[in-house]
Each structure stands twice: as C-alpha cells, then as structure tokens.
C-alpha cells in the first residue's frame, strides 16, 4: 500500500523559532519520488521540492532544510528562524505513476 | 514564469446539475491531472491524462466523472449530476516530458465548488 503519514496536524511556533515538520511514507516500490507542498491561506498548492528514492543526500534551500532516510522512510522538513509567511498547511506526497499521494498536511501557525 | 490556470475560480451549482471546470496547463507540459481536496482535508488524486486518454484513476473518479482535452490549450473536468459531497476544491496540475516517473506536478489556483 503506498501511504503518506504526518502525524502532526498543527504546530504553534513563535516567530524565529526553528519548526520540524515530520513525514512518514509507505509503499513497496524501489523507484519513486518524495514532495512537499505548501498551501498558504489563499488556498493554491505551491512547490517545494522534490526527491528520488536513490538521492538521501539532505538538502537545504535558504531557511528550509530537508532530511531523507530510507532507513525510516522519513523524508522531514525543517524551517529555520520561522517567520509569520511560513504560516501555512504543508503537504508532504508521495509519487509514483501517474499520481502523487498527499499526506493530511500539518498547519503551522507562526505568532509574531 | 509559466504556470497553470483554472477557470473559474469559484463555481456555484445546484445538485443534479453538470458542471465544467477548466484548465490550462502549462504551455509544454504532456501530463495533466486533477485532484480535489474537500475542505479541511487532504488533497486526493483524481485522474491523470495523457496523449488524450487516462492514464490512471482513483476510485473517487466515477462514471459522473469525465475528462477531456478539447484543443490543444484546454483539459477540462465535467461533473455530471453533482452532488453535495461534491463540494470541494479541485486542482488541475501538469507536468512534463517525464511525467509518470514522478516528474514534479505544478498545480493550479484551483475551482471552490459549492454544490447547494
């Protein structure tokens, strides 16, 4: 079965905190792909990033970090020194086929 | 910076009635989808299209459900006999040469549905 797990449905940070967002995926295949999405207030899907299932290499693109462990099947999201414009649902997906698989999402509230 | 549009941007219908929710991908992208996510909840794959027939379907995506590229901009989602379960945000996403090797789908404003 191919499944997207985030377990936390809503953090609360206080601006310049730093937030983990944590991503549990499932599925049998050995080639697929790993995406986060970000749905801010306005409602459209925005992209973050996407990894391969042979690329574990961490990656970090200004604030935001990302860390890939097949091991655990985790592929987490770190925002460093949050600001009130991270506030937002991310979607982490999980891609294979023709279709990517969405996990429930974790709002994240950041206060001023 | 190309990207995807939806029209329109929010559709009132009455239950039993056919809707149209149009999109354009972007420009040189070969795959197109749609997905809904019904207010609050996840974001579900709807359907993939691609070379002018699906690719793949969910189970939400019955024979009320059907999809089509009228012309070479256009990929439309026609509902037939709404319901009120309908209601929800959907999005349209395309990608391009690679498309079913997990190429990155680039999504759409989206359509609100209401259904009264």
């Known amino acids: 079965a191919q499944k997207v797990t985030q377990a936390q449905t809503e953090i609360s940070v206080v601006e310049k905190e730093d937030v983990t967002l944590d991503c549990v995926y499932e599925?049998?295949?050995?080639?697929?792909?790993l995406f986060w999405y970000k749905q801010p207030p306005s409602g459209e899907l925005v992209f973050l990033i996407r990894r391969n299932s042979f690329d574990e290499q961490n990656e970090i693109s200004g604030r935001y970090s990302w860390n890939f462990q097949k091991s655990t099947s985790s592929f987490n999201f770190t925002i460093t020194a949050s600001q009130v414009v991270d506030s937002a649902v991310y979607f982490c997906a999980l891609g294979r086929g023709f279709k990517t698989i969405f996990g429930a999402g974790t709002r994240l509230f950041v206060k001023a | 910076e190309p990207e995807v549009t939806q029209t329109p941007s929010h559709q009132v219908t009455q239950m039993g009635q056919e809707v149209i929710l149009r999109c354009v991908p972007i420009s040189n992208h070969l795959y197109f989808y749609w997905y809904r996510q019904i207010l609050g909840q996840k974001v579900e794959f709807l359907v993939s299209f691609y070379n002018n027939e699906i690719s793949e379907k969910s189970e939400i995506f019955d024979d009320q459900f059907s999809v089509e590229r009228p012309d070479g901009s256009n990929f439309t989602l026609k509902i037939r006999s709404t319901k009120l379960e309908d209601s929800a945000m959907y999005f349209c996403?395309?990608?391009?040469?690679?498309?079913?090797?997990?190429?990155?789908?680039?999504f759409g404003p989206g359509t609100r549905l209401t259904v009264l």
């Open positions: 599925t049998r295949d050995t080639t697929y792909y």
């Open positions: 996403a395309s990608s391009g040469l690679a498309g079913g090797l997990g190429d990155t789908q680039y």
